[in-house]
């Protein structure tokens, strides 16, 4: 029987909402797997994370270390994965370990000092009236001038010694846990290496913009990755020599050294270079060299600090072409989300919606018109 002109069909209605039905169930099942995935990869974000960015900064080398094995590319991976493993990852657990037991020498050796009654944080009223006055005056401000001062510096130095035992106990409690991450990152990497092309071309596929778009998007990614390992290397790198500089000037014993980790602290979040000049400058003041210890805490402070604050987002934003304040705002607030992770992923955010509301903008405009 023909159905009258005007008149809805029940049976259509019946199908399109039992059509509409499934198709939320299935995107609410699909949601709940995808949800489910990533909380199963979620505790592996950090090395996840490390082996992208590791597998991009050094694909160059893996592509022509490729071409001369002739497309072996599991010898070639393999081969990779030993390289960063005997030049990066070794040399950082090395360091981390001397620098620990260092930064404890130090305090140790101030407590001594200290206790000894070898000391005296006010400089000598004959030799340095200026100094002196200067010390007696700011120590009276904080009201530790007097019979006091001792206790007061003893509490501080057992209070910091006490801090960096307890955050070396915690890395050596969680010592099997950092293992584990850091050769689940090389197994990560390997299949980055062999596979990365392959799994980038499917993830573009799988995005549902233009191609023009999602090339943008991977080129800003690429230019923003880049830009941020080789700012914070180089920025590294001159505050390693800016390190080595002040140390030889001072007399200490192997500045080479020490400029080179305080040029890798530079890389560890919050606390920074400080690791280092911080505790030197205090044991330069226990130990009554109160020049020296001024001349570092100085130049420390007004130079090798603001590197950080002023060259790393300059150096940053000139391929990113991004403002220097939302580098520098980036490159912050990473580090207080994802701690040294942050250096590259929060200036990578920030560039990546800067973009977005750009293209909306674009979109807009065509629109409008």
């Known amino acids: 029987m023909q159905q009258p002109v005007g008149q809805a ?6 199908d399109c909402g039992k059509g509409k039905i499934a198709a939320i169930v299935a995107l609410s099942m699909a949601l709940l797997i995808l949800l489910g995935g990533l909380r199963i990869l979620l505790p592996f974000f950090e090395p996840i994370c490390w082996a992208i960015i590791l597998a991009l900064f050094f694909h160059p080398i893996y592509a022509r270390l490729l071409r001369l094995l002739k497309g072996s590319s599991a010898l070639a991976a393999f081969i990779m994965c030993i390289l960063i493993i005997t030049f990066i990852i070794i040399p950082v657990f090395v360091l981390i370990t001397s620098l620990t037991s260092e930064v404890l020498r130090v305090y140790a050796s101030s407590i001594s000092h200290i206790q000894s009654g070898n000391f005296t944080l006010v400089p000598d009223e004959k030799s340095y009236p200026l100094m002196h006055k200067i010390g007696v005056q700011v120590l ?10 001792k206790n007061t510096l003893m509490d501080l130095a057992r209070n910091m010694g006490e801090y960096f035992l307890k955050q070396g106990t915690v ?3 969680n010592l099997a846990a950092i293992i584990f991450k850091a050769a689940l990152m090389v197994v990560i990497l390997f299949y ?3 596979d990365g092309e392959e799994m980038l071309y499917s993830f573009k596929r799988l995005l549902p913009l233009s191609k023009t778009t999602v090339d943008s998007f991977m080129k800003l990614t690429s230019d923003v990755l880049s830009a941020t390992l080789y700012g914070n290397l180089l920025t590294g790198a001159i505050q390693a020599g800016l390190g080595v500089f002040i140390f030889w000037l001072l007399d200490f014993s192997a500045p080479l050294l ?6 890798l602290g530079t890389f560890i979040p919050m606390i920074g270079t400080a690791i280092v000049w911080a505790p030197a ?4 003041f226990f130990t009554g060299e109160y020049l020296k210890g001024a001349i570092l ?3 420390s402070l007004m130079v090798i600090s603001q590197i950080d604050y002023f060259l790393r987002p300059y150096l940053i934003s000139g391929k990113t072409e991004l403002h220097n304040l939302f580098l520098f705002l980036g490159i912050l607030g990473g580090i207080n989300v994802f701690g040294l992770l942050g250096l590259i992923l929060g200036p990578m955010i920030i560039a990546l919606c800067v973009s ?10 065509e629109k409008e018109i």
Do not use: C, H, Q
């Not at 020490?258 to 040029?263: E, K, S």
């Not at 977005?356 to 405009?365: D, K, V």
């Open 192 to 194: 980055l290496f062999t």
């Open 281 to 284: 400058s205090l044991y330069l």
């Open 171 to 173: 890395v050596f409690k």
């Open 297 to 299: 805490l100085a130049f």
């Open 356 to 365: 977005i509301l750009e293209l909306y903008r674009l979109n807009l405009m």
């Open 258 to 263: 020490w400029g080179i980790i305080l040029g």
């Open 140 to 149: 009276k401000a904080f009201k530790l001038y007097g019979p006091d001062l």
């Open 9 to 14: 069909n029940p049976d259509r209605e019946n």
